[in-house]
Nanobody, 115 residues
Framework: VQLVESGGGLVQPGGSLRLSCAAS????????IAWFRQAPGKGREGVSC????????IYAPSVKGRFTISRDNAKNTADLQMNSLKPEDTAVYYC?????????WGQGAQVTVSS
C-alpha cells in the first residue's frame, strides 16, 4: 500500500509544473485526497484537497487561482497542476489520501522555483 508522487523539479518563476500521485495496493475512490507542502525551516501546510463524494475542492489562499487539484479514479491517480509558480512555492510536496481510520502519505516531491 503506497502513494507515489512524481513530476517535481526545477522551474523558473512564472512557469508551470504538474505533480501526480499514484496509489497502489488500494483504490482512491473513497478517499479524500490532499496535497501538503513543507518549505525549508517551516512546518507542513495544506495546499489543496478534493473530496471523494462530489469532487469538491478547497485551496489555500496562497495558491488559489494558480493551482488546480484533480483526481482520476479510473487511473487511481490525483494531480496538482501548478501555474504561475513563485519562489515561495519552493517546497517538498506531499500527497495524502484519507478515509475513516486510514491515511496514507507519499514520499514527497521536490519543487524548486528559481531563476
Amino acid at each position: 500500500v503506497q502513494l507515489v508522487e512524481s513530476g517535481g523539479g526545477l522551474v523558473q518563476p512564472g512557469g508551470s509544473l504538474r505533480l501526480s500521485c499514484a496509489a497502489s495496493g488500494f483504490t482512491l475512490d473513497d478517499y479524500a485526497i490532499a496535497w501538503f507542502r513543507q518549505a525549508p525551516g517551516k512546518g507542513r501546510e495544506g495546499v489543496s484537497c478534493i473530496s471523494a463524494e462530489d469532487g469538491r475542492t478547497i485551496y489555500a489562499p496562497s495558491v488559489k487561482g494558480r493551482f488546480t487539484i484533480s483526481r482520476d479514479n479510473a487511473k487511481n491517480t490525483a494531480d496538482l497542476q501548478m501555474n504561475s509558480l513563485k519562489p515561495e512555492d519552493t517546497a517538498v510536496y506531499y500527497c495524502n489520501a484519507d478515509y475513516s481510520l486510514f491515511t496514507y502519505w507519499g514520499q514527497g516531491a521536490q519543487v524548486t522555483v528559481s531563476s
